[in-house]
Nanobody, 115 residues
């Protein structure tokens, strides 16, 4: 069983920054890819960024150059640094870990960017 807890969301003005955290209940995040996704009501959940166990990263085109995904293995935590935020970034953000044959999701953290 893997438990994920996201935090760090909030209300921010356009151009501002937030750092999201995804804390895992165990060390599994050290050994698998971890992804950040976001979802707006009425739309499909979309991939924002991923980081592999080796530290390789990948980003959606819409966030490249503005968002940075990173991990702290000692804390079993993955971060999403979000800079130059835009109103279009408004969404609920979720972290995902594929493990033991299934996907694990956190409860999400809301990010709202005002114009």
């Amino acid at each position: 069983q893997v438990q994920l807890v996201e935090s760090g969301g909030g209300l921010v003005q356009a151009g501002g920054s937030l750092r999201l955290s995804c804390a895992a209940s165990g060390a599994i995040v050290r050994f698998t890819v971890v992804g950040w996704y976001r979802q707006v009501p009425g739309k499909q959940r979309e991939l924002v960024a991923t980081i592999t166990s080796g530290g390789s990263t990948n980003y959606a085109d819409s966030v490249k150059g503005r968002f940075t995904i990173s991990r702290d293995n000692a804390k079993n935590t993955v971060y999403l640094q979000m800079n130059s935020l835009k109103p279009d970034d408004t969404a609920a953000y979720y972290c995902n870990v594929p493990a033991f044959g299934r996907d694990y999701w956190g409860q999400g953290t809301q990010v709202t960017v005002s114009s």
